[in-house]
Every structure is written in structure tokens, then in C-alpha cells.
């Protein structure tokens, strides 16, 4: 990614903090009956405020934690619930299962599965439900907030306005009323125990998380028979990382014939020194060379960039080199304000091809 997000502390993240307790204290250490007074005290109440609530018609809660409760007493194993314990660290480290950390070994959904299929099925359900269902009920709103609240106070501190994936698209704020979606960075579908955890969540323009990254999983390869994700595991810029990606974007044209400018016609080199592994999943999972190059051959983007150049240098007082230095400046000093990241370095390789 181009930039990083900057994580913000809110309440919503009481929900996992719930979730740390129900998995580690009373699932993994589930003995004898099931009691609500198991949970931890603020997720009791929530269960017995929607239990008592006849306006929700679905049991998000109360039998979905029993069940779960119930598998893990009578299938699992001393063994195999310290090891569920530890996959649900590991899985809630983020940011050591993008840096590619060995002693990480993330579970999906198809370990779970090799412990019980049972519990597989009822892990997907509870903990897909958490995002989709149970973080939207007021029960739950009224003690953790709503995550348009997250969304506001998420858009305040990140105000760039521009997504940080593809640098191109553009991100709701505070003046609006409605508000992009969050992406499960690590896919919810394929990793149990961090569909709440805000460290895997952060919201994305709609071209990268529902045209490109869809269910790809940016910590593992293509697998090379099936060409899904599921190979063996790599590096992805983490969105969150303290640390800059560091991406320099390089281009160059094999053609003069700029009016009819072909993808194939176009080098584009995009390079972070030492995260090589990172830049390559990046590229994969948000389809970055094949949108960056159809921005470079659109009329309204690198043709119109270059028409620019042209007819002021005709038609006004500056050389195109001069122009190009203007332009270059003004990318420096704000390279996602239309694209500038791509236009300076598209306006230099037209130079070097001397068709400006
Ligand atoms: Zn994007």
C-alpha cells in the first residue's frame, strides 16, 4: 500500500475484548454445565438484554455460545484447546501474520475443521455474525457504540480522503453521510477469531476491496494447481505498519505514438528496497499494474495529463520543461491529489521518450 493508516483507540473494540474472554476463559476452559455468569460481566448482560428483546427474532448469541461452549467440552481435547487458545493469538496478531513472523502460524477454518467439523461450522457462523449481525444490535451499540461512530472518529484522524491501497480512489469523510465499508484485510471467510478485531479492519475504496481484493488473502501465495489463495505464506504490508511501504514509482513508454497508447506499451516499475515480497502481494491482491496502466491510456488521466503539457507550452509562456518541473513539484508536495504519484513519474518517461 502507498501510505499507512493510523489505528484509533474506540470502544467498539469492547467486542473483542468480549470475544478474548469467551474464547480463552470459558470455551478453552469449558467444564460442566454452561452458565451466562461465565462470560465476561458487560457480554452477560448483552446476551440477557437481547434474550429478553422479542424485536430480534435470531439467536445471534445465547444458543451460538452454548453450542460452541458444549463442542469444546465434550470433542476437544486438553491438547487441542491449548492449541485453539494459541491459533487465537496468533490469528489476532496482525501484524506479525503480515510481516510473514514463523513463530505465527495463523489457523483457518480448515484446522478448525481437522478438530471437528462440528465446531468449524459453528465458529464460521458466530464469528461472521459478529460483524455482520451482532455489532449493529442496540444491546450491543448502547455499550460499545455504533461503527459509524468508529467510522467518523477513524476518518478524522485519517483525513487523506483517498484510499491507501491504490492511492486513487477516493474515501468518504466526515462531510458525508454515508461511509465506505470496512475490508477484513486477513478474510473473514478463511480465518476464525479476528472478524472484530479493528487491527484487521480498516475501510477501503469500493474498486479495491469489491472488484479486486474480494476474498484474496493478502498473506499467502496463489496455490499453484487451484491458482486460489491458499499456497505457502508471504509478506503483505500490514495497514496499520508504523513504518512507510516506501514504494517509488517508476515509468517507462516503449512507444512515441502516445495518442494510441497500449498497456503493453508502458513499464511500470514500482519498487519498495527490501519488501519486495511485500510489493508483489500488493500488486496481486488490488490488480495494481493493470489499473495503474489503463490510468495512464485514459483520456481523462495520463492523455489529458500530457495534453496539458502540450498546449500550455504552445499556447503560454513556459517550455514543457519548465511546465514538467511545476508539475513534479506539485506532485512532491501532494502525490495523491489526482493521481500526482502516477502523473510525475508518466510526465518524465514522456520526456525521456522526447514526446514532450
Ligand atoms: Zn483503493
Known amino acids: 500500500m502507498l501510505f499507512n493508516y493510523r489505528y484509533v483507540n474506540h470502544s467498539i473494540e469492547g467486542l473483542q475484548v468480549y470475544l478474548d474472554h469467551l474464547v480463552k476463559e470459558v470455551w478453552c476452559k469449558a467444564s460442566g454445565p454452561f452458565s451466562l455468569d461465565l462470560l465476561h460481566p458487560e457480554l452477560k448482560v448483552i446476551v440477557e438484554d437481547i434474550s429478553n428483546d422479542d424485536s430480534i427474532t435470531k439467536d445471534y448469541l445465547d444458543g451460538p455460545i452454548r453450542q460452541i461452549y458444549e463442542l469444546f467440552r465434550d470433542q476437544l481435547t486438553p491438547i487441542q484447546r491449548v492449541q485453539v487458545s494459541a491459533w487465537y493469538d496468533q490469528n489476532n496478531d496482525i501484524e506479525a501474520?503480515?510481516?510473514?513472523?514463523?513463530?505465527?502460524?495463523?489457523?483457518?477454518?480448515?484446522?478448525?475443521?481437522?478438530?471437528?467439523?462440528?465446531?468449524?461450522?459453528?465458529?464460521?457462523?458466530?464469528?461472521?455474525?459478529?460483524?455482520?449481525?451482532?455489532?449493529?444490535?442496540?444491546?450491543?451499540?448502547?455499550?460499545?457504540?455504533?461503527?459509524?461512530?468508529?467510522?467518523?472518529?477513524?476518518?478524522?484522524?485519517n483525513g487523506e480522503g483517498k484510499c491507501p491501497y491504490c492511492g486513487c480512489g477516493d474515501i468518504k469523510g466526515v462531510h458525508h453521510s454515508r461511509r465506505e465499508a470496512y475490508d477484513h484485510f486477513l478474510p473473514k471467510?478463511?480465518?476464525?477469531?479476528?472478524?472484530?478485531?479493528?487491527?484487521?479492519?480498516?475501510?477501503?475504496?469500493?474498486?479495491?476491496?469489491?472488484?479486486?481484493?474480494?476474498?484474496?488473502?493478502?498473506?499467502?501465495?496463489?496455490?499453484?494447481?487451484?491458482?486460489?489463495?491458499?499456497?505457502t505464506r508471504r509478506k503483505a504490508f500490514c495497514s496499520y505498519a508504523t513504518v512507510a511501504s516506501g514504494i517509488t514509482v517508476n515509468v517507462t513508454l516503449t512507444t512515441r505514438d502516445i495518442t494510441k497508447l497500449q498497456p503493453n506499451e508502458i513499464n511500470l516499475q514500482l519498487t519498495a528496497r527490501g519488501r519486495e515480497e511485500e510489493v508483489e502481494a500488493w500488486k496481486d491482491v488490488f490488480g495494481i499494474e493493470e489499473r495503474y496502466k489503463a490510468k495512464l491510456c485514459g483520456k481523462n488521466d495520463g492523455m489529458a495529463w500530457l495534453q496539458q503539457?502540450?498546449?500550455?507550452?504552445?499556447?503560454?509562456?513556459?517550455?514543457?520543461?519548465?511546465?514538467?518541473?511545476?508539475?513534479?513539484?506539485?506532485?512532491?508536495?501532494?502525490?495523491?491529489?489526482?493521481?500526482?504519484?502516477?502523473?510525475?513519474?508518466?510526465?518524465?518517461?514522456?520526456?525521456?521518450?522526447?514526446?514532450?
Do not use: W
Not at 478485531?197 to 496463489?222: G, I
Not at 502540450?310 to 514538467?324: M, P, R
Open 97 to 157: 501474520l503480515c510481516a510473514g513472523d514463523p513463530s505465527k502460524q495463523p489457523a483457518t477454518y480448515s484446522d478448525i475443521r481437522a478438530i471437528s467439523a462440528d465446531l468449524e461450522a459453528a465458529l464460521k457462523n458466530f464469528c461472521k455474525s459478529l460483524f455482520t449481525d451482532v455489532i449493529h444490535l442496540s444491546a450491543v451499540t448502547s455499550r460499545i457504540g455504533e461503527i459509524e461512530a468508529h467510522y467518523r472518529a477513524f476518518v478524522t484522524e
Open 189 to 231: 471467510g478463511i480465518y476464525p477469531f479476528n472478524s472484530v478485531n479493528f487491527h484487521n479492519l480498516a475501510p477501503m475504496c469500493h474498486e479495491c476491496n469489491s472488484t479486486y481484493k474480494l476474498l484474496k488473502d493478502p498473506t499467502r501465495h496463489l496455490d499453484p494447481i487451484s491458482r486460489k489463495t491458499g499456497g
Open 309 to 356: 503539457i502540450v498546449e500550455e507550452s504552445l499556447n503560454g509562456d513556459l517550455t514543457s520543461d519548465q511546465l514538467l518541473a511545476l508539475a513534479l513539484r506539485a506532485a512532491d508536495r501532494s502525490p495523491y491529489d489526482s493521481a500526482n504519484f502516477l502523473k510525475g513519474p508518466f510526465l518524465i518517461a514522456c520526456q525521456r521518450a522526447r514526446i514532450i
